[in-house]
């Protein structure tokens, strides 16, 4: 069974523009949560996917958004990039919505912003 | 809120010496604990967790955890470890309810296994 895909894997980014970052989910699973993870910070949460609808969303501005599709395949943009935005953001999928449930992660996506 | 702590930055182990590396958690209500490991440029891997049952509980790779409710514990464990140990290690909690889910990490801690 084929894991959980992030594409791209690298991108470099200029100050001001807008990124769109993409995870496919382990077939079947429907709970899509993206995370980002920086040295300062560590990981964080960012959303919550579940069929189709954002259930829980972070502390982050509302530059950050992002999306659900109806096969479960999730999609965050990032708009207007400061320096800090550079991270990297990892998508994690779940079979079901549980306390108890563990979660499988991406290889993430490593942004740059310069 | 529920919160994590790993209390040591770094830790080092001779190979083949037994590893802890240290977790302890602040949850409201019954804790739902996690562990993942990060191999460098990789996404996280899951390793274990405790849900309710046995205070011991084992994972992949050999791994275990020790759960202590009295001392808010959730030590992870190797009797015997090899270099390719040697990753980041990410204690967690998981917060839910009705609306959504997230885990809440821990700063995570360096393991080090030196031939």
């Known amino acids: 069974k084929a894991g959980v895909t992030q594409t791209p894997r690298y991108l470099i980014k200029t100050r001001g523009q807008q990124v769109t970052l993409s995870c496919s989910p382990i077939?079947?699973?429907?709970?899509v949560s993206w995370y980002q993870q920086t040295p300062g910070q560590g990981l964080q949460f960012l959303f919550e996917y579940f069929s189709e609808t954002q259930r829980n969303k972070g502390n982050f501005p509302g530059r950050f958004s992002g999306r659900q599709f109806s096969n479960s395949r999730s999609e965050m943009n990032v708009s207007t990039l400061e320096l800090g935005d550079s991270a990297l953001y990892l998508c994690a999928s779940s079979f079901y919505r549980g306390q108890d449930t563990e979660a499988f992660f991406g290889q993430g996506t490593r942004l740059t912003v310069v | 809120a529920q919160s994590v702590a790993q209390p040591e930055d770094q830790v080092n182990v001779a190979e083949g010496n037994p590893l802890t590396v240290k977790c302890t958690y602040s949850?409201?209500?019954?804790?739902?604990l996690f562990w993942y490991v990060q191999y460098p440029n990789r996404g996280l891997q899951f390793l274990l967790k405790?849900?309710?049952?046995?205070?011991l509980v084992k994972g992949s790779y050999g791994f275990e955890a020790e759960f202590n409710k009295s001392q808010t514990s959730f030590h992870l464990k190797k009797p015997s470890a090899l270099v390719s140990d040697s990753a980041l290690y990410f204690c967690?909690?998981?917060?839910?309810?009705?609306?959504?889910?997230?885990?809440?990490f821990g700063p995570g801690t360096r393991l080090s296994v030196l031939p």
């Open positions: 967690a909690v998981r917060e839910w309810d009705n609306y959504g889910q997230n885990f809440v």
């Open positions: 077939s079947g699973h429907r709970s």
């Open positions: 949850v409201s209500g019954n804790p739902y």
């Open positions: 405790y849900i309710t049952g046995d205070n």
